[in-house]
């Protein structure tokens, strides 16, 4: 049995992105292969594509995925066929089925819509470790965060804003900024100027935590936007990866810190996966946590779907259907 699936043969732009078939893939010992309802798409896979990080070709992306298991291996416990289960670890989700280890996936509560649960780990789960663990910012405390609308972005600032937290964020155009708005934010600023406007809204103190997934062009304006003592959280590289800086800035801007954490170093225990899973599909379930779709493509206009990601063209989440 061979499957649709999207491969790329090499590293390079969007149009590496192809259909074609693949053998079926079978689950290992203690896996799950699944029938994909929605796979996410997701910048890392724009790093990968792109060669910024190392993967083997021919290559298949997709760690983010949902759907029925439809077959287990060997000494699987705690999954059944049948089940709708999603993960954000899987492999090769650009497909009409995919592997996931079993314990790197979770059990979708009843009642979430099979694409809405594909939406939900990969930017879910980072939203909830940026939120608690990256950084803990307290009570009435000021944060910023860039690129407030996208999928990280929307899922940040309501996670945020329920524990008490007032958002800064930014956002490129009026329609974005309406929706961070829409998500809690504060205040919704254009990038021009932000660290400024920033220390203007914070009576020239500067924010706690800067949550920083752009990278290159916003780097030195999240620093320059800290209070004495606060921390930058560098997570992604939108706009592009940030050159090597001098150390002593973290001095001269007041005691700041830097880290640049990675999901995976996040969901490092069973127990701590089913945790954030937990709280995330909760917030899901009582509508305290809106999960935006903004885009639907089919399995085979993969290489849309990331010509409109790194186009700066999407808000929230965006799936790709086989
Ligand atoms: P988004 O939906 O947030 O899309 C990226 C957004 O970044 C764009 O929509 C755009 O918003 C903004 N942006 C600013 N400059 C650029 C640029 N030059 N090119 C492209 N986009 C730009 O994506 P995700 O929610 O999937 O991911 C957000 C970030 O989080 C990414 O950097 C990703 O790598 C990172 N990430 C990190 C994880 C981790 O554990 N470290 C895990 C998951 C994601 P606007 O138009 O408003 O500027």
């Known amino acids: 049995m061979t499957m649709r699936a999207i491969v790329a043969e090499r590293s390079g732009g969007p149009e590496v992105l192809r259909e074609a078939r693949l053998p079926d893939p079978e689950p290992g010992p203690g896996e799950l292969l699944v029938e994909t309802a929605a796979a996410g798409v997701n910048f890392i896979e724009t790093y990968q594509r792109s060669g910024l990080y190392e993967v083997p070709f021919p290559f298949t992306p997709g760690s983010e995925g949902a759907g029925r298991v439809i077959a287990v291996g060997e000494g699987v416990t705690g999954f059944a066929v049948g089940e709708l289960v999603a993960s954000a670890q899987a492999r090769a989700c650009y497909a009409e089925r995919f592997v996931v280890e079993a314990d790197r996936a979770a059990r979708v509560p009843e009642g979430v819509d099979p694409a809405v649960a594909a939406a939900i780990p990969l930017q879910g789960l980072t939203a909830h470790y940026l939120a608690t663990s990256a950084a803990a910012p307290q009570p009435g405390e000021t944060v910023l965060l860039h690129a407030g609308a996208g999928g990280v972005g929307l899922l940040l600032t309501q996670l945020l804003v329920a524990r008490g937290v007032r958002v800064i964020s930014t956002a490129s155009t009026p329609e974005k900024r309406e929706l961070s708005r829409a998500a809690g934010a504060a205040e919704v600023l254009g990038y021009e100027g932000f660290a400024d406007r920033v220390r203007e809204l914070t009576g020239g103190e500067g924010v706690a935590v800067a949550y920083d997934g752009v990278g290159r062009t916003t780097f030195d304006g999240s620093l320059a936007a800290l209070r004495v003592r606060g921390e930058l959280v560098l997570f992604g590289a939108a706009s592009g990866p940030v ?44 509508g305290e946590l809106d999960i935006r779709i903004g885009a639907r493509f089919p399995l085979a206009d993969a290489a849309e779907a990331h010509r409109a990601l790194e186009a700066r063209a999407t808000t929230g989440k965006v799936l790709l259907e086989p």
């Open 243 to 286: 050159p090597p800086f001098d150390l002593q800035r973290l001095n001269a801007g007041g005691s700041l810190s830097v880290t640049r954490p990675s999901l995976g170093h996040f969901l490092r225990t069973p127990e701590e996966r089913a945790w954030r899973f937990g709280e995330i599909f909760a917030a899901v379930a009582s």
